[in-house]
């Protein structure tokens, strides 16, 4: 007689196949909720900011923008010009001594002439024994809250850095020369930095990471800190601005905006300081505060007060991602527009003017369009 085996259960193909389960899909459809969140809030407490950047052609230049041009142009061929100004060939570093101490010596030559008896100098210990130029204009009535308005007068080793950063040295020399004569409620404090560059960057011996740290260790209540990094460069090609991934879908592809870019930590001055520029400025800008780790946000003085717990920002022409010259013995000062730099230097010089005021007792916010005269 032959055996019979027992009926074994018989498997569904629903059930054979079932891969992820309905607690499964409830939990992916969550992350994704999530990350959809954090994208939207991402987006609006990062990369979008208050008011709309100027569109449309500029209008002609006005008697005084003009003569703040030519000034701006001065203080960069002097300090950048391959062709016979001061320094020559730019070179402004350690590894150039002599050209470094004549670009320190311009620098505080003209702050004395503007009325300045007490320039400090804060020495860093790498290479050539050239100084951090500090020189105050104390506050009227909040002395204690302070604004640093700084720039690096150091180049990339081997370039002439008109743009980078001998741009930003001169909007610093005229701000310090309209703003002695004219103090503000909060003290102004305006810096000119040394070893921004390699191989110093980043690193304990960056002339505006000492300066911080320094700040840090008096306890100064340092309120923001303006970092002022190549803004000389503009180009109306499509396709002349980059930018990191992926932001390259947020943002427009001609570079012919300046741009204020901080961290996270400071989203707020950022997004105060470009929505007073746009109210007041007919020039094309846009804004982010975001993660330090993205390429390209940290890249300047700014970071060295980030790192002591400041707000701080970076008002830039974003350099490497619009520059082709960035860093080259081509980056010379007849690159520069100048009278779209002049521009962006009155209008900085009006957000210096409503952070240094948070009273609200802000002088005529055209005045600094008189500097440099």
């Known amino acids: 007689m032959a055996a019979h085996s027992s009926p074994q259960p018989v498997q569904t193909a629903s059930r054979r196949f079932r891969i992820i389960t309905r607690k499964g899909l409830r939990r992916i459809g969550l992350l994704f909720l999530l990350i959809a969140a954090f994208l939207v809030y991402g987006y609006f407490t990062m990369v979008r900011m208050p008011g709309r950047s100027f569109e449309g052609?500029?209008?002609?230049?006005?008697?005084?923008?003009?003569?703040?041009?030519?000034?701006?142009?001065?203080?960069?061929?002097?300090?950048?010009?391959?062709?016979?100004?001061?320094?020559?060939?730019?070179?402004?570093?350690?590894?150039?001594?002599?050209?470094?101490?004549?670009?320190?010596?311009?620098?505080?030559?003209?702050?004395?002439?503007?009325?300045?008896?007490?320039?400090?100098?804060?020495?860093?210990?790498?290479?050539?024994?050239?100084?951090?130029?500090?020189?105050?204009?104390?506050?009227?009535?909040?002395?204690?809250?302070?604004?640093?308005?700084?720039?690096?007068?150091?180049?990339?080793?081997?370039?002439?850095?008109?743009?980078?950063?001998?741009?930003?040295?001169?909007?610093c020399l005229v701000y310090a020369q309209h703003f002695i004569n004219h103090p503000q409620q909060r003290t102004l404090r305006f810096l000119f930095f040394v070893n921004e560059e390699p191989p110093a960057f980043q690193t304990p011996d960056m002339g505006s990471w000492v300066y911080a740290k320094a700040c840090k260790a008096r306890g100064d209540n340092v309120v923001a800190m303006i970092s002022v990094e190549s803004i000389g460069y503009y180009s109306d090609e499509p396709g002349s601005q980059k930018y990191p991934a992926p932001f390259s879908s947020l943002y427009p592809d001609t570079g012919n905006f300046i741009a204020f870019i901080g961290n996270y930590s400071s989203r707020a001055l950022v997004k105060q300081s470009l929505a007073h520029f746009r109210a007041t400025t007919r020039f094309p800008s846009q804004g982010a505060a975001l993660p330090s780790v993205v390429p390209g946000v940290g890249w300047s003085d700014h970071w060295s007060f980030w790192q002591e717990g400041y707000p701080a920002f970076m008002v830039t022409d974003t350099a490497v991602f619009r520059h082709p010259d960035y860093h080259q013995a081509q980056e010379t000062a007849d690159k520069l527009d100048y009278d779209r730099m002049a521009r962006v230097v009155a209008g900085l010089g009006r957000v210096i003017e409503h952070l240094a005021n948070p009273d609200g007792a802000e002088p005529d916010p055209s005045t600094p369009a008189h500097a440099g005269n």
């Open 57 to 171: 052609g500029l209008d002609p230049p006005t008697a005084r923008e003009q003569a703040l041009a030519e000034t701006l142009k001065k203080h960069v061929y002097i300090l950048a010009d391959a062709t016979g100004g001061v320094v020559r060939v730019g070179n402004r570093s350690t590894f150039w001594p002599r050209r470094f101490a004549e670009a320190a010596l311009y620098i505080d030559t003209q702050l004395e002439g503007y009325g300045f008896a007490e320039r400090h100098e804060y020495f860093c210990e790498r290479g050539a024994p050239v100084p951090n130029f500090e020189v105050i204009v104390p506050g009227t009535s909040r002395p204690s809250e302070i604004i640093v308005v700084g720039a690096h007068y150091d180049s990339f080793q081997g370039s002439p850095g008109a743009d980078d950063n001998a741009s930003g040295v001169a909007a």
